[in-house]
């Protein structure tokens, strides 16, 4: 949903359920923004006004002093080689520029983001949609986040907004750069929760999102698990 233009359907199957855990998450997206309108319509005009920004961070393979998932030499300049006499930082700017993304050069690496709409229109039914991962990728997710336990925070802690720094990943904003508000996530979290269901995986099953209409998450999990996701349906544009 962060895609300017995500694709239609999500496939998920289900070859080896989890141990213990890891029950699936479907959210009902146009339930959702349905409860917005009605509850809190300044939320959702607001988010219509000014959009949001998606932001990445992308660490640099041979400067970034900790763990690197995905650097930016990988995301944009994979198999450039410098010592052939490939630019490799003109390659990456090349292709995110190409892309429409915005950046910037920092010691650590690269700051990427894309500004898109929160409430998109359905490609097929041209009916608005919340679809977007404005909680799921907002740095408050990361106060205890199992992958990051350098960035938790206590409760009584975490209490003032948090911003991009370290080895964050990713953030969320309105388009024009500025934080969403506490009680803005609060107000969008209930209502996805309110609107979710959960399930047990079961070896074999096939399960066929709507990437417009329903959101998709996990609980956390114990291995062994085998679940494998493809992306399907080019959007109509």
Known sequence: ???????????????VPPKVGGQGLLT???????????????LVDALKQRQIRYLHFFPDAEAFDGV??????DAYAAGCNSTAGCDVR??????????GHG???????????????????????GEETWTNQLTAMHCSVFHNHPA??????????????????????????????????????????????ENSVAFDYQAGDVI???????????????APRELFLSMLGEALW
């Not at 009902?28 to 300044?42: S, T």
């Not at 690197?68 to 030499?73: D, P």
């Open 103 to 125: 950046f910037e050069w920092i010691d650590t690496g690269l700051k990427q983001w894309t500004i898109t709409d929160a409430i998109k229109v359905h490609p097929m039914t």
């Open 90 to 99: 003109a390659t990456a700017e090349d292709h995110l520029q190409r892309d």
């Open 208 to 222: 066929l999102i709507d990437n417009y209409l329903a959101m998709h998450g996990r609980f956390s999990f114990e």
């Open 28 to 42: 009902n997206g146009r339930q959702v923004l349905q409860q917005l309108r009605k509850e809190h319509p300044d």
């Open 148 to 193: 990051y336990p350098e960035l938790h925070l206590p409760s009584h802690e975490a209490t003032e907004p948090c911003q991009m720094h370290g080895a964050m990943p990713y953030h969320t904003a309105f388009g024009d750069g500025e934080d969403f508000p506490a009680s803005m996530l609060e107000t969008v979290r209930r209502l996805q929760w």
């Open 68 to 73: 690197v998932l995905t650097s930016w030499q």
């Open 1 to 15: 949903p962060y895609w300017k233009r995500p694709l239609l359907r999500l496939a998920l199957f289900c070859q």
